[in-house]
């Protein structure tokens, strides 16, 4: 849990970073539409999120700063017992009063009219300059007197870097749900099932164990499906003698786990299956190792090609003069990705890469990104032996950066190639907290 404490903090140096006599406005997600009149699940705006830990739509946080001093406004819905009969209860202002730790709670319909009050005597303003939102080109129109405009979104992506310690536990129980997500599948896929019905059981053990929601679509990707990255469809069967790659995270009260494992359907792997895979994990193993403070994500990448590109030399993937093979980026065929990214409130955190002067931001205490090298070779592909073709493997862990190396936080997840051997035929020691946890109550 984030205490409103924390929450607070957030906006305290939020507001430190804002200039005297300034102005901020952060809204909450609209709802999407699918279809005609119905919605997507409604997800609050991670920034919004970040700031506030309220979950309402039509919300809205100001940050009125004037010389050092910065009062903080929540905008909430009203008390609508009509409407709340439909679409749930609301907390209104008195509520949002009592629970946020704000100076001032209002009616979100009263917003525009405060902030001609709020706007009078303000150099700059801050919001979503990068939003399509026709709420933030509203407030601009509004606010046309006000010299400076700048994106509010920059400071709060740079805050969002370094996850505080209860952010790392809601991350560390999103990755749980997902380890037991992933060891059920390991356990009861078998050839003839459908890729679909893996992800149904994906997904109930996600909502079973109390993760509202996953943080991405999964893939559940048999054989060749696995060498389109983004496979989504999910509608093959499982084909025996086949790998089956799984990139799927649960995301717990709005933190994200992203976790990848590569499966054989019939629970063993084949030779050639095998001397990729631990191509693989031996790379990821290998980055992992790596981490540290004041490293380099890049410098992860270029060891993880190193790695893949001896490896594939080595199976005769890739032919010629090693040096070559990285100056012309012969791996990017079958490594076409990075190693990973940050994550947190989103699966693709969006904090940044670089700093104001465009160098790269190295690793550092409290940082979480995932580790996912993968080798993809198309089933058509003649130039590699016929053995490996129609191969596609992803291993993805999430790993913490610790004080003075790192923390693998999904390391319960099992990986090695007889670990997943034994799961899959039930002889793996329970004791190894691999246990399947009990769905929680809800
Ligand atoms: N599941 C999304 C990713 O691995 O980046
Ligand atoms: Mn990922
Ligand atoms: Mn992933």
């Not at 917003?111 to 990068?130: A, H, M, N």
Request: charged fraction near 30%; charge should be positive; hydrophobic fraction near 35%.
């Amino acid at each position: 849990m984030i205490s409103q404490k924390e929450y607070k903090n957030r906006r305290d140096t939020l507001a430190k970073k804002l200039s005297n006599n300034s102005i901020g406005i952060i809204y909450s997600s609209t709802y999407k539409i699918r279809s005609n009149d119905t919605e997507y699940p409604y997800r609050q705006d991670s920034n919004f999120y970040y700031l506030t830990g309220f979950k309402e739509d039509n919300s809205v946080l100001v940050l009125v700063k004037t010389k050092n001093l910065t009062k903080t406004i929540l905008f909430v819905q009203k008390k609508d017992e009509q409407l709340e009969l439909w679409t749930g209860k609301r907390q209104g202002e008195k509520q949002a009063k009592k629970r946020f730790s704000v100076d001032k709670v209002f009616a979100s319909n009263d917003l525009k009219k405060r902030l001609i009050e709020y706007f009078v005597g303000k150099k700059t303003l801050y919001c979503d300059l990068s939003s399509k939102d026709k709420r933030v080109k509203k407030v601009l129109d509004q606010a046309s007197g006000i010299k400076t405009q700048k994106n509010i979104i920059h400071y709060i992506r740079e805050m969002r870097l370094v996850k505080s310690p209860a952010e790392i536990n809601l991350i560390k129980k999103a990755i749980s749900i997902t380890r037991d997500a992933h060891h059920s599948v390991m356990r009861s896929k078998k050839k003839g099932k459908k890729e679909y019905e893996l992800l149904a059981q994906i997904e109930y053990e996600f909502k079973s164990r109390g993760a509202y929601s996953d943080a991405y679509i999964s893939i559940v990707a048999c054989g060749n499906n696995a060498n389109t990255l983004h496979y989504i469809k999910n509608n093959k069967p499982l084909i025996d003698k086949e790998l089956i790659l799984i990139d799927a995270g649960s995301e717990y009260k709005h933190y994200a786990s992203d976790i990848t494992r590569t499966i054989p359907v019939n629970g063993k792997f084949t030779k050639a299956q095998k001397k990729l895979y631990n191509l693989v994990l031996d790379t990821q193993l290998e980055i992992i190792k790596m981490i540290k403070p004041h490293v380099n994500r890049s410098e992860l990448q270029k060891i993880a090609v190193e790695l893949l590109t001896k490896g594939m030399l080595k199976l005769g993937i890739l032919k010629g003069d090693y040096k070559k093979l990285i100056k012309k980026q012969k791996y990017k065929k079958y490594y076409p990705h990075g190693i990973g990214h940050w994550m947190g409130l989103d699966v693709h955190d969006p904090a940044p890469y670089i700093n104001y002067d465009n160098n790269e931001i190295a690793l550092d205490k409290g940082m979480v990104l995932t580790i996912e090298p993968g080798l993809y070779i198309d089933k058509d592909d003649k130039s590699v032996p016929k053995k490996y073709r129609g191969i596609g493997i992803r291993i993805e862990d999430d790993i913490l950066v610790t004080k003075k190396g790192h923390d693998n936080l999904s390391k319960d997840i099992v990986k090695t190639v007889k670990e997943i051997e034994d799961i899959s035929f039930n002889l793996l020691c329970k004791s190894k907290a691999l246990a399947v946890t009990a769905p929680q109550a809800k």
